[in-house]
């Protein structure tokens, strides 16, 4: 089983930033293609970057240039992502998942291509 643990959201101005980090435990594998997720209040949930040691980064068109997705290299447990410049329709609540398989490039935003996700952590981005 796989756990993942996701931790740095909060509450944040138009323009600031913050560091999300996820902790993947139990049987995680350094193939395994990672991501980013967020949703927000009556909206789907909508991915936002992946990366795997493959291909990649990936990023949705409405976050390129601002935020930043990583990976540790050691075990590749541990996935950040770097978010600058927020806005407020980046307000949601974030998730990471973990997709044993690769998806296809056009799959890899999709949440139906990963297996394992964690609980979320909350950003606020207010004006």
């Known amino acids: 089983q796989v756990q993942l643990v996701e931790s740095g959201g909060g509450s944040v101005q138009t323009g600031g930033s913050l560091r999300l980090s996820c902790a993947a435990s139990g049987n995680h594998y350094y193939s395994y293609t990672m991501g980013w997720f967020r949703q927000a209040p009556g909206k789907e949930r909508e991915g936002v970057a992946a990366?795997?040691?493959?291909?990649?980064?990936?990023y949705v068109d409405s976050v390129k240039g601002r935020f930043t997705i990583s990976r540790d290299n050691d075990d590749g447990n541990t996935l950040w992502l770097q978010m600058n410049n927020l806005k407020t329709e980046d307000t949601g609540i974030y998730y990471c998942?973990?997709?044993?398989?690769?998806?296809?490039?056009?799959?890899?935003?999709?949440?139906?291509?990963?297996?394992?996700w964690g609980q979320g952590t909350q950003v606020t981005v207010s004006s």
């Open positions: 998942a973990s997709a044993i398989r690769w998806p296809a490039a056009s799959q890899v935003l999709r949440a139906h291509s990963y297996n394992y």
């Open positions: 990366i795997n040691n493959f291909y990649g980064p990936y």
